[in-house]
């Protein structure tokens, strides 16, 4: 079972703009399509972005052109850049594999964006 942990979100103001990282425990993480997914209060999960293994990338339609999503398989992590952050991203962000198979989930990292 490979492990995850997130890290690198925060309190960011409006327009701002963050940088999370995604820590695999596996070498199997390397040819995993990856996600990043999120969950505000009261909402379900959704997908923000996925990358594939040899890197082609897509987003959510409420993120595309502002979050930017990479992997580094040499150190088995993946991230996600956010930037131009709205109030409507704040929430807990986790990665996990993209086709639903999931891991156990992380923790996740916390991202409130204040207006």
């Known amino acids: 079972q490979v492990q995850l942990e997130e890290s690198g979100g925060g309190l960011v103001q409006a327009g701002g703009s963050l940088r999370l990282s995604c820590a695999a425990s596996?070498?199997?993480?390397?040819?995993?399509?990856m996600g990043w997914y999120r969950q505000a209060p009261g909402k379900q999960r959704e997908l923000v972005a996925y990358?594939?293994?040899?890197?082609?990338?897509n987003y959510a339609d409420s993120v595309r052109g502002r979050f930017t999503i990479s992997r580094d398989n040499a150190k088995n992590m993946l991230y996600l850049q956010m930037n131009s952050l709205e109030p409507e991203d704040t929430a807990v962000y986790y990665c996990?594999?993209?086709?639903?198979?999931?891991?156990?989930w992380g923790q996740g990292t916390q991202v409130t964006v204040s207006s």
């Open positions: 990358i594939r293994s040899g890197g082609s990338t």
């Open positions: 996990n594999r993209f086709d639903e198979a999931y891991w156990s």
């Open positions: 596996g070498n199997i993480f390397r040819i995993m399509s």
